[in-house]
């Protein structure tokens, strides 16, 4: 995804109560004290990342170090007591653990500031209300020279280079002696993106089989991987086209490509025989896509539908038809109540 992937803008700098705030956070024993914590990490590494020549690759290795290193114990907080303590239990808090890459990234000589932020789920911080309450974690702004990122260790299956889903659109205030002062969160790219490719085959009887391969890009490979991880955990969550009674998946394989582009890719083989009255064959083409559900067909909509980020949903279908294959066929987007005629096969 082509930078640059994070936007903001400082708003109300010299706010008397907030920099009264940003005064005694840099200085409080649980916060600002911590900035010159001594944390035992292993010289060999700390000196390879100084080595490092470029700031991204320096971002990232410590960015991974974190997350290989210690497990976020679910806290979300702002405030903590040490840095070398997450490490000695392995289990921080969402501070804690960003902390300690804020740590990393100084010894490394990269710029970067502790940003004060409130989830989605804990409600959008308002500026003109002077009071830390309002918020709930801290992440992190770190400057890779005109390029800045808003990183949160947590995020373990998302890129530096992604803002967190969680704290998107929202307002934050960066803490620091120089720059302090509010920012808004956001991202204007595409960063939801999923591109699902279907290559099947129908024989003489009606059946088909064929290979899906979709490609997870951002917010939507992030999704898929707690997805795989919930998967057995609860009745409620399915593989996509689950809900396909005659669907029979022979295979189903992952590669997570760990660098920054934040891809991942899933495949999958499959059969089935799909539901058909007289000549004609009801083919639903967005059985592997995402929105398997129309997002609009609610009848009574009280607010207005926030999708959150740009998204991109691509589904390319090739089925090759058997030869002197008589009955014509349809295809038929049955949630969306669309219905392609058979000029939208790609036939070989």
Same mark, same amino acid.
């Given at each position: 995804?082509?930078?640059?992937? *994070?936007?903001?803008s400082?708003?109300?700098? *010299?706010?008397?109560?907030?920099s009264?705030?940003?005064?005694?956070?840099?200085?409080?024993?649980? *916060?600002?004290?911590?900035?010159?914590?001594?944390?035992?990490?292993?010289?060999?590494?700390?000196?390879?990342?100084?080595?490092?020549?470029?700031?991204?690759?320096?971002?990232?290795?410590?960015? !991974?170090?974190?997350?290989?290193?210690?497990?976020?114990?679910?806290?979300?907080?702002?405030?903590?007591?040490?840095?070398?303590?997450?490490?000695?239990?392995?289990?921080?808090?969402?501070?804690?653990?960003?902390?300690?890459?804020?740590?990393?990234?100084r010894?490394?000589?990269?710029?970067?500031?502790?940003?004060?932020?409130?989830?989605?789920?804990?409600?959008?911080?308002?500026?003109?209300?002077?009071?830390?309450?309002?918020?709930n974690?801290?992440?992190?702004?770190?400057?890779?020279?005109?390029? *800045?990122?808003?990183?949160?260790?947590?995020?373990?299956?998302?890129s530096?280079?992604?803002p967190?889903?969680?704290?998107l659109?929202?307002?934050?205030?960066?803490?620091?002696?120089?720059?302090?002062?509010?920012?808004? @969160?956001?991202?204007?790219?595409?960063?939801?993106?999923?591109?699902?490719?279907?290559?099947?085959?129908?024989?003489s009887?009606?059946?088909?089989?064929?290979?899906?391969?979709?490609?997870?890009?951002?917010?939507?490979?992030?999704?898929?991987?707690?997805?795989?991880?919930?998967?057995g955990?609860?009745?409620?969550?399915?593989?996509?086209?689950?809900?396909?009674?005659?669907?029979?998946?022979?295979?189903?394989?992952? @590669?997570?490509?760990?660098?920054?582009?934040?891809?991942?890719?899933?495949?999958?083989?499959?059969?089935?025989?799909?539901?058909?009255?007289?000549? @004609?064959?009801?083919?639903?083409?967005?059985?592997?896509?995402?929105?398997?559900?129309?997002?609009?067909?609610?009848?009574? !909509?009280?607010?207005? @539908?926030?999708?959150?980020?740009?998204?991109?949903?691509?589904?390319?279908?090739?089925?090759?038809?058997?030869?002197?294959?008589?009955?014509?066929?349809?295809?038929?987007?049955?949630?969306?109540?669309?219905?392609?005629?058979?000029?939208?096969?790609?036939?070989?």
């Amino acid at each position: 995804m082509a930078p640059p992937c *994070f936007v903001s803008s400082m708003l109300n700098k *010299f706010g008397t109560n907030w920099s009264v705030y940003n005064f005694y956070l840099l200085r409080a024993r649980h *916060f600002g004290h911590l900035f010159r914590e001594k944390v035992g990490i292993a010289a060999s590494f700390t000196d390879s990342l100084k080595k490092m020549a470029r700031t991204e690759d320096k971002i990232s290795a410590a960015y !991974r170090y974190v997350q290989k290193n210690v497990e976020w114990n679910g806290e979300q907080v702002f405030y903590f007591n040490s840095v070398e303590e997450c490490l000695k239990t392995k289990t921080p808090s969402s501070a804690e653990m960003n902390f300690l890459l804020l740590n990393l990234l100084r010894m490394a000589g990269v710029s970067c500031y502790p940003l004060l932020v409130s989830t989605h789920e804990n409600g959008n911080p308002d500026e003109s209300f002077s009071i830390l309450s309002q918020f709930n974690g801290l992440d992190l702004i770190v400057y890779d020279s005109l390029l *800045f990122y808003d990183v949160d260790c947590t995020q373990k299956d998302l890129s530096f280079k992604i803002p967190p889903y969680n704290i998107l659109n929202t307002y934050a205030y960066l803490v620091d002696f120089d720059k302090y002062g509010w920012i808004f @969160i956001t991202d204007n790219r595409i960063s939801m993106i999923k591109e699902t490719s279907i290559q099947a085959e129908m024989d003489s009887q009606g059946g088909i089989k064929g290979l899906s391969q979709s490609r997870m890009i951002g917010y939507a490979k992030s999704s898929e991987m707690e997805k795989i991880r919930n998967q057995g955990k609860s009745k409620d969550r399915s593989a996509p086209g689950e809900n396909m009674t005659d669907l029979v998946m022979d295979s189903v394989s992952y @590669i997570h490509n760990l660098d920054d582009n934040d891809t991942l890719i899933g495949k999958m083989s499959f059969r089935f025989k799909p539901s058909n009255t007289d000549k @004609i064959y009801f083919i639903n083409p967005l059985l592997f896509a995402v929105q398997e559900e129309n997002p609009f067909r609610d009848s009574i !909509r009280l607010s207005d @539908i926030d999708f959150g980020v740009k998204q991109s949903y691509r589904v390319n279908v090739e089925l090759k038809l058997p030869d002197n294959f008589p009955p014509p066929v349809c295809l038929q987007i049955s949630c969306w109540k669309n219905r392609i005629p058979p000029s939208g096969l790609k036939e070989k």
